[in-house]
DNA sequence: CGGCTTTGACCTGCGC
DNA sequence: GCGCAGGTCAAAGCCG
């Protein structure tokens, strides 16, 4: 399987009339199916794995982006590892490249997953830097993305994260299955099937628009973090997704978003509609010129 | 009026 | 059992 997720920073824009602006995303799923398709084009080359983009490290999106390509795709296969992460940025706008491969080497120690971090690269854009503020000059030069899939659910699948801020990633993804995902020697397979994925993102907007609708319900201050944890649940008939989001206390750009299941409808945003990609575009075009 | 957020109460698993 | 901490419910309210 193969996922690529795309995204786009957005200006943070504060609040209009005391309203959180949300972070859209939806808009660049055309780009991304036509990435998708050319990354699968060089996959039956057999050629390898491809590895795209270069870039800063400013991760805003990556989250909602993956959220909606991995619910998306049509194929499903749930035992996938991730193979690559790769960010692009372009001025104001990022890229994030989620490569999936299959399962062959899910049980060497989940190698794959403690690696792809370093792929990451660690400088920031200028431009996309001023987004941050002045507020927190200081975390801005240890610009660390993070994607985390949680893999509690899938077989064999004890998965960890950055080393940073495994703490707080920990706290988010603990119920559930997670007497699987700690315990090492407690292998569960085939139980629950609802994945689990858990992002970093650094974003001074902590709602992100990743296509689908998502209805609030409940908040709640956790231990040890003085930013409440806020849980989502999708708005659709019969889907139980459910995500929960969170700012870290230790950096408070950086927010984490837990994705719990995955959906089994298709987006409701009016995709595949250049005109709209368009007309976003043009909204987002002062940003890169 | 419909959809969403807010927010305290309630529930549940877990450790002592 | 008890208490804590995290997850969920649901009534009330907000807003376009
Ligand atoms: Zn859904």
């Known amino acids: ?39 699968q084009l060089g996959k039956n080359r057999r050629k390898g794995k491809k590895r795209l983009g270069y870039g800063c490290g400013c991760s805003d999106v990556i989250a909602a982006a993956y959220a909606a390509v991995v619910s998306a795709k049509e194929e499903e296969e749930e035992s996938s590892m ?31 997953m403690d690696n792809y971090p370093t792929q990451f690269p660690t400088q920031q854009s200028s431009s996309s830097s ?93 231990k040890n973090n003085k930013f409440p944890r806020s849980y989502y649940r999708c708005t659709h008939q019969g889907c139980n997704v459910k995500k929960q989001v969170q700012r870290l206390s230790r950096d408070e750009s950086v927010v984490v978003t837990t994705y719990d299941g995955v959906h089994n409808h298709p987006i409701e945003k009016p995709n595949d509609n250049f005109e709209d990609m368009l007309n976003q575009m043009q909204i987002y075009s002062n940003f890169w010129s």
């Open 1 to 39: 399987m193969v996922v690529v997720a795309a995204a786009r920073r957005e200006e943070g824009k504060e609040t209009e009339k005391g309203r959180k602006k949300w972070l859209q995303l939806w808009w660049l799923r055309p780009w991304l199916r036509m990435q998708l398709q050319q990354l």
């Open 130 to 222: 001023t987004s941050f503020r002045s507020r927190h000059p200081s975390h801005l030069s240890s610009n660390r993305i993070g994607i985390t899939p949680v893999f509690g659910s899938l077989r064999g699948g004890s998965s960890s994260g950055f080393s940073e801020l495994n703490d707080e990633m920990r706290a988010t993804t603990s119920h559930g299955d997670a007497k699987n995902e700690m315990k090492p020697g407690k292998k569960k397979e085939n139980r629950v099937r609802k994945p689990r994925y858990a992002f970093q993102t650094r974003s001074q907007v902590d709602i992100l628009d990743d296509g689908y609708r998502w209805r609030k319900y409940g908040q709640k201050v956790v």
């Open 82 to 112: 991730v193979e690559g992460v790769a960010i692009m940025a372009m001025a104001a706008a990022v890229v994030v490249v989620v490569v999936f491969g299959k399962e062959k080497k899910r049980n060497e120690n989940s190698s794959s």
